[in-house]
Structures are given as C-alpha cells and as structure tokens.
C-alpha cells in the first residue's frame, strides 16, 4: 500500500511524552504486521543536538548511520526493534541550512526566497523523504516542541499543507495535558479547549487527542472534550501515568488507539497485534521480587535523561534476569578516596559513564581503582573505557602522570590519544567517529561470550582512542585488548580476564538494546552482578 503519514503534535506544555506516544503507536502497528517508522522534526536552530549541553538537551542518541539526534529516537527503537537514520531526526537548522544551500547554488532561479513556499517546501520533502523509498506502509512525524511556539510554525505550516495533499493517508494525534487542580479538587479541560484551538487557528484539525493525565477523566468529561474539539468521543483517549513507559503501548491499545488510526485512514484493522514478546517482557518486568543494585558514576546524574540510554539498556538486562533494577546515581566530582567504601561498597556493579572534558574524571578513577580492588563487576563505557585505561596505567603500570591528550595535550604517557583522523578537525559538529562500526573480538573473551560471536557491529561517539603503542605494556600487565576494529586496528574492547567481570567499550552498547532485543553485553554484565550480589548474601 502506499506510505501513509501520522502527524504527532503537543500542546499545552512539554515534556508531556510526544515521542513515548509515537513509540506506542508504531508498536502496536509493526505488532500488526505493518512496516513502521518514526521521525521527529525539532524546531531549534542547532544542525542537531551533537554539540548541545546534556544541560540542555538530555542525551544526545546516535544512528547505525553516525548521526547525532535527537533521545526520542532511542525511544523509537527501543519500542518498534528498527533502526533509524540521519532522516528520522531534523531540525530547523538542517532546513535552513539545505535551502540557504539551495540558493547559493542558484536552484531557485533568483527568486525571492521565503518561508512559504521555500521552508515549507523544505519540511514536507524531508518529511516524505521516508515514505519514497517503499519501505514503511506508516511513517509517524512527531512535531516537538508546543503548539503556540513561534519556532514550530513552519512545521505545522507544513503539515497543514500535507493534509490537504494526501487526504485519508494522512492524519494529526494531538497530546495535550488535563491538569488537575487541588484546590479545586477538579481536573480542568480548558487547557486542551485552547490548545486545539490554537491548532485550529493554523488549519489542522486533529483527528485523535491522547489526554496526558495524572488521574482517570470520567467518561463524561471526555465527552466534552470531544464536543469542544470536533472530534469524535472514541478518539479522545486518556494517558495516565504508568509505573513503566513500557506499558503505554497495552494501555493505548486497551482504548483502541491503533484501530481507530487505521480506521480513520480508510485501513480496515484485522484481528490483534500480536504483543506475546511484549507482554513476556511486562510480565517478567512485574513479577520480579529480588533486586540488582548498579551504581552509575557520571558528572551528570542529577539529570534525568543525561544517560537515558544506559538506564534502559541496565532496566531492559534485569529485567530479562528476573530483577528489579535499583540504579544508584553517584555523583563522580563528589566521590574520593576517603569516601569510596560508603558509596560503592553496596553496588553488585558499576558503571562508568560516557562524557567528555576534565569534570569529575578523577572520581572516575577512584571508582575504577576501587571497583578493581574490590574485585567488582565494573562496565566502562566511552570515556569509561579510555577512564580504565589511564587508572590501570597509572596505578598498575605505574606510569603515575598517564592521561589523555583531551585533559592534559602535554601528558608524556598518553595512553589515549587524539585518533589520527581527529587531527586536522577544527569543526565541532558532527565531525567525531560516528555511527556504527565493526568489532572483532577474541573469541575466548568476555565480551565474545555475551555476544556468541567473534564480529559485532556497535555505534561510536568519540575522537580519542587506545594508543597503541602501549598495548603490549597493558597485555603483559593483565589487562587485555580482546576488540579491535578489523580495518585501523583500533583497540574497542578492554577488559581484566581476572576479574569477575572487568569489560570497557570504546562504542556505545546501549544505544542497540531494546525491549525485544536486550544488548548482549548488558545482558552479561548484569547476570554477572546478579551472581556477585548472591555470593554476598
């Protein structure tokens, strides 16, 4: 069938879970049997989130293909099992930028260039971009950003123009918030009235609203809503908080989210998903008794989605080895010598997070020398990684002034250094080793157990790595270079055959684990804390 198009757009205020509905959606349609995927369209100026502060912006998510995106695309892949790509995540300044390109060239034959049609123009191409090439019977847009804001009308311009273009093969699902007032002990449907019609005022007309709420909305109410808004009472949907963002697909499907979207694009709906892997997974998920406890240690843990990805991948791995997960944030500048016992002595693991600059690198090495002593699953990831091999030089190797060139450009033992390709980069933005790359692995390693393999492909967001010339040094001391990359020899996988279990990445694991698919590091990571954690008590 020909690609149809489902716009995903937010009002009232942000963060309301645009892109766990999107997710949701795409699930239960791919559960169907239909070809799904999502794109998100950011209404920021930035090419992509690549050079944006976890401050700012959470985690910045990476595809097989090397593009900086968006965290939501995590989500998309966690939740549908397929991969996404540099078109799945644009930005406003990626539109500019392409048609600003476009008029130096002269393409527009020195017209006057606008925001409609030019912009505009711009949007639906990428916007289409997916559905042209054949693969996806779905192809779900979410709009981020609130209706309302100056930067996102470009986009809903856009979309405005797309419904009229393709008819019943497209259709707008509106997430908007129903507050509930204390005081007045009433939940209140006026900021949804209003948010529509703000998106009315642009010429969409929504077609399904999906209510975020804390509290179940009486049938009545949505009723009301679904009078004031112009749409019909079975496409007013409520989405209550759920203890896990895993169960959103079965409660949207309880209210008939996916065959209401088929109906509405002329799709008659056959039979049900088929969840039984899904529900495999909530039922493990709820009926879990026993924990595993995992100390993160990173200088961003007080923000929620600064490493979103690990937290999924560390919840989808005890989850399938039938734990509860407890992740304990341990702030890296706050962690010393004198007070590593007390907040690393309860851990059944640790991980090291990824990161970049000079801040809280030396709690990271406090927790590796301790994890190392202790002889404590330690899983480095990244900077993790590089954070292993400079502690293991300095105190095993003995090399006390070891470091990286990215913290120290004088170190006379850079045992990570800046990779050769790097070198002439002046360029911040997208210009690191992106994407994904293959691995080779020794096959009696670690990390060749938990794959089953000898040759893995994982994706990569750096530009220092494993100095060669000191690899024999770190072989001979005990700690092994059991991955590298088959064509420049890079070194990608560390790891203390020794130890319980003493594994660093330079790739990222975590961006490959999902629902259905749990990374396979993870999985061996966490089976190894379960085991350490049951020889304790």
Not at 36 to 55: A, C, E, R, S
Not at 253 to 277: C, F, N, S
């Amino acid at each position: 069938m020909e690609s149809k198009y489902i716009f995903v757009t937010g009002g009232v205020v942000s963060s309301l879970g645009k892109g766990i509905i999107s997710a949701s959606l795409a699930c239960l349609l791919k559960a169907r049997g239909y070809r799904v995927t999502i794109q998100k369209f950011d209404p920021y100026i930035n090419i992509d989130p690549g050079t944006l502060n976890p401050y700012e912006h959470g985690e910045c998510y990476v595809t097989v293909d090397g593009h900086e995106a968006d965290l939501d695309l995590g989500h998309y892949e966690r939740f549908t099992n397929v991969p996404t790509t540099r078109a799945n995540n644009v930005t406003t300044g990626r539109i500019y930028q392409s048609v600003i390109d476009k008029e130096r060239r002269g393409d527009y034959l020195g017209k006057t260039v606008q925001i409609i049609p030019h912009i505009t123009d711009e949007i639906k191409r990428n916007v289409k971009i997916l559905g042209n090439t054949g693969d996806y019977d779905f192809i779900i847009t979410e709009i981020g950003g609130t209706v309302g804001d100056i930067e996102s009308l470009p986009f809903l311009e856009a979309v405005r123009q797309l419904r009229w273009e393709l008819g019943t093969d497209s259709l707008c699902v509106h997430l908007t918030y129903v507050p509930y007032l204390k005081a007045a002990k009433e939940l209140k449907t006026k900021p949804t009235q209003h948010s529509v019609k703000q998106l009315q005022q642009l010429g969409i007309q929504p077609d399904v609203l999906v209510l975020r709420t804390e509290l179940d909305i009486p049938v009545a109410m949505r009723r009301k809503i679904a009078q004031f808004c112009n749409v019909a009472p079975e496409a007013v949907i409520q989405s209550i908080d759920r203890p896990s963002i895993y169960e959103v697909p079965v409660a949207m499907h309880e209210q008939h989210l996916d065959e209401i979207v088929l109906r509405k694009m002329a799709v008659q709906p056959q039979g049900e998903p088929h969840m039984a892997p899904w529900f495999d997974f909530l039922d493990k998920m709820k009926s879990a008794e026993k924990e595993v406890t995992i100390g993160l240690v990173g200088k961003y843990v007080e923000l929620q989605d600064a490493y979103k990805s690990i937290n999924e991948a560390l919840f989808h791995a005890a989850t399938y080895n039938d734990r509860k997960l407890r992740l304990v944030y341990i702030h890296s500048e706050k962690l010393f010598d004198s007070n590593a016992d007390e907040l690393l002595g309860g851990m059944d693991g640790v991980v090291i997070a990824p990161g970049f600059g000079q801040r809280g690198i030396e709690g990271k090495f406090v927790a590796l020398r301790w994890c190392r002593e202790h002889d404590v699953p330690t899983f480095g990831i990244c900077l993790g990684m590089q954070c292993m091999v400079i502690e293991f030089a300095r105190d095993v190797l003995g090399l006390g002034d070891a470091n990286s060139t990215e913290m120290n450009p004088s170190t006379p033992h850079n045992v990570i250094d800046l990779m050769e390709e790097q070198k002439s980069i002046h360029n911040m933005g997208g210009t690191m080793r992106l994407g994904a790359y293959d691995c080779t692995l020794q096959p009696d390693s670690t990390a060749a157990k938990a794959y089953g393999k000898t040759l893995v492909s994982e994706r990569h967001r750096h530009r220092f790595e494993f100095n060669n010339d000191y690899r024999q040094a770190f072989e001979n001391a005990g700690m092994k270079c059991v991955g590298e990359n088959p064509a420049t020899h890079l070194v990608e996988v560390v790891e203390i055959p020794g130890k319980r279990w003493f594994v660093g990445t330079q790739y990222h694991p975590e961006y490959s684990s999902t629902v259905l698919s749990p990374n396979p590091l993870f999985m061996s990571f966490v089976r190894a804390a379960v085991a350490y954690a049951d020889e304790r008590n």
